[in-house]
Structures are given as C-alpha cells and as structure tokens.
C-alpha cells in the first residue's frame, strides 16, 4: 500500500523544483542566434547576474554545471604550480580544490570540521604565516550541501584584509545566490560562481562566474588560461563568443522567466522566505531529535544553512529505509547523505522555488515515516513548525 499518486515533492538540494513559468518558456520554437532579440536577451542576463553577485565586476554564462564554473574560475586566474589554500568544512571546498590539484595547482586543505563554519581567525592566522605572498587564491563555499553548513563569507573576508594578504578570494556560491545574502563586492570577493539548478530555479545546464578588476588583472598573466572558458575571447565584441559557440537560447529563455520572478519578489523578500521555512525544518528536527536515534550534522545553531538541513543519525543508523520510504510510499524525495556522510544523514532541502506547503508536506511524510519505521522520535515536529510559521508571518 502506498500514498504516493500525485505530484512527487523534490526535497532535495538540486535540481530543484522548477516552477511553471520557467518550463513554459523554455516551450517556444528556437530564434536566430544573430538577431537583437537574442542579443538584448543576453546584455539583460549578463547585468542581471551582476546584480545577483552584487558586483560591478563582469560576470560570464557557461554551457555546464557547477563543476564546469570551478574550472572557469581556476583557470581564468591561476598559472600550473600555484599555490591555494582550500578551506574545509564538507565535500565541495576539497571538491574545489581537487579540480585544482588536477590541473597542476598545488594545494593546500585549512583543515575544517564537517560539523562546524570555517574559523575566520584560522584563516588570518595561516595567511600571517604566508610572509612571502606563496598562497595566490583563496578557494572557500558560501553553503556546503553536503554537510549543511553556512559559511561567513563576510568574516572570512574581513580576516584576509586583517591578514594583509594579497590572495585571491574566490567562493563557491551554487547553494546560496538567490537565497541568502551575497555580497561579492562589499565582502572583498574576487571571484565568484554558482549555478542555475538551485536557488535560481533553471534546468541543470548552466553556470556563471562574476570577477571583479584584481580578478581580471590576474586574468591577464593566467597561464592556465584554456579557449573555452577564457574570459578574454567571451569579453569580444561578436555575440557568438559569448557562448564560445551556439547560444544554449532556451536555457537562456528559463533564465529569464526565473529572473523576472526573483527580481518581482525581490531579493529581501526571497532571503526571508529561506530563512523562515528553513528554520521552520529545524524546528521540527529539534523536536524528533530529543529521542536520540538522530540529531543536526551541523553542531551550532547559528552556522546552520537556509537552503538545506542535513540531519545525522546516530551511530549503527541507516537512513536508506526512511529515504525509501519517504519515496516509494509517499512521493518525498529526500536528499541522501554524500561523501563522508554517505549511508550516515538525510538531507532536507528547502531552497529555491518552495513555499509553506511543500515545507510542511515534506515534514509531514517524513514525521509519519518515523513512526512506522519505529525510529525514535518525539512527536510534535510538524507543530513546531507550524507554530514558528503561524508566528512568524504576518497576518
């Protein structure tokens, strides 16, 4: 017996639900990729991204997924026999810099905790060590998925300048742009990237990266500079280079549509919309946790994300059967853990386009699926997250 006719819920942290509007646009005939409408389409796109990254710097569209805009960046700014420094705190920073290492940059891991934020004072300590200027990047997420996390990226940022340091900051940002705050230029960031499955609600496809003026001055003695992810020939002046070749027109199309919906909500109103259904989930959490059989992966409250909660279980605990549950019963897709958390954590997303309904609903099937699996659990999450949201949004 199962529950699950109807439309599935998506909870997990990418691809996210995409809403109506953005697959519609995608449903129309192609365009000439020569004419001024396809050419206004892209200055539109290109000072919008801006606009997300909070840059006057220049920002680029890749034909590719976030893995594609790590290797843009990197190699856009460095030179083989580098060095960065990576800060730790999950899977994606040392994803980062694996690519990295790959591509003949020597690097070097900030040891960080999957449980905690990087440590800002960490950071300016290892730069002060730096007396002779060897590390040349900075490589560090907004929010890992993986484990949950939310970093300080203004603090890090702080801590750099503090440590008189010259490296280039460059952050990961796939998680949190259109989400939460980002603010590339007033933080001190050089280099940024993120991608459209997320928080900008578009099919998995493109990625982009935002480099402001000390970005694009070590662009110009980058050796590991490559054709197609080379800023200099997407900077000429024909169209076609933009893309270095045939414009991906309706991933383009869904972009837009997505666009005009976050520009039409606005941006403060989309960060609190994360935040409050964000910690409507951790509500809940904290109330089934009591019991012991599982609790947050992330260990202090405050460096908790808006867009994902990763929940750890205790010790000998498969998540698999409420992972299979939650889907083959009730039609709740639920993220699983990854790397070192695989076969160790559930992942609940909330990020993107969502809203109270699919919050409440994913909580509600993931409660039931508690209780008739016997796990441990202490009842009354669902409530408290209804309580939080009653409370918290405005009549």
């Not at 891991?109 to 449980?115: E, Q």
């Not at 040349?136 to 603090?155: C, E, H």
Request: with cysteine; glycine share 10%; hydrophobic share 50%.
């Amino acid at each position: 017996m199962s529950v699950r006719a109807g439309r599935e819920f998506l909870a997990i942290p990418g691809p996210t639900t995409m809403p109506d509007e953005v697959l519609r646009a995608m449903h129309r005939p192609a365009i000439d990729i020569y004419a001024g409408a396809l050419l206004a389409l892209t200055d539109s796109l290109f000072a919008d991204l801006s606009r997300l990254f909070r840059t006057k710097g220049r920002s680029y569209i890749y034909i590719a997924n976030g893995h594609g805009a790590w290797e843009a960046a990197l190699t856009n700014v460095l030179s083989r026999g580098d060095k960065i420094l990576v800060l730790e705190s999950g899977r994606f920073a040392r994803g980062w810099g694996d690519m990295a290492k790959a591509l003949g940059v020597e690097v070097e891991i900030l040891p960080g905790d999957w449980r905690r934020a990087v440590r800002p004072t960490a950071v300016a300590a290892r730069l002060r060590r730096d007396k002779a200027g060897a590390i040349k990047a900075i490589l560090a997420v907004q929010i890992d998925t993986a484990s949950g996390v939310v970093n300080d990226i203004a603090a890090i940022g702080k801590a750099i300048r503090a440590a008189r340091h010259d490296a280039l900051f460059m952050v990961d940002a796939v998680a949190s742009l259109a989400c939460m705050p980002f603010e590339m230029d007033a933080w001190g960031v050089d280099v940024a990237m993120s991608g459209s499955q997320k928080g900008l609600m578009t099919p998995v496809g493109l990625s982009f990266v935002a480099a402001n003026a000390r970005a694009q001055a070590a662009h110009r003695r980058a050796g590991l500079r490559t054709p197609y992810w080379d800023w200099t020939l997407r900077d000429g002046k024909v169209h076609y280079q933009k893309y270095a070749g045939t414009p991906p027109e309706h991933h383009l199309f869904a972009l837009r549509a997505a666009f005009d919906m976050i520009l039409a909500e606005g941006l403060d109103n989309i960060f609190r919309r994360h935040h409050l259904l964000a910690e409507a989930v951790r509500r809940a959490v904290a109330v089934w946790a009591s019991r012991g059989a599982f609790d947050f992966n992330i260990t202090k409250a405050a460096e908790r994300s808006d867009t994902v909660t990763t929940i750890l279980m205790a010790a000998g605990r498969d998540p698999g059967k409420l992972l299979k549950y939650c889907n083959e019963k009730c039609g709740v897709v639920l993220g699983q853990g990854i790397g070192e958390l695989h076969g160790k954590a559930f992942r609940i997303a909330h990020m993107g386009h969502v809203n109270a309904p699919m919050v409440l609903g994913t909580l509600g099937v993931v409660e039931f699926a508690l209780a008739a699996l016997g796990i441990p659990h202490r009842k009354g999450g669902v409530q408290a997250a209804i309580d939080w949201l009653g409370k918290s949004v405005e009549g």
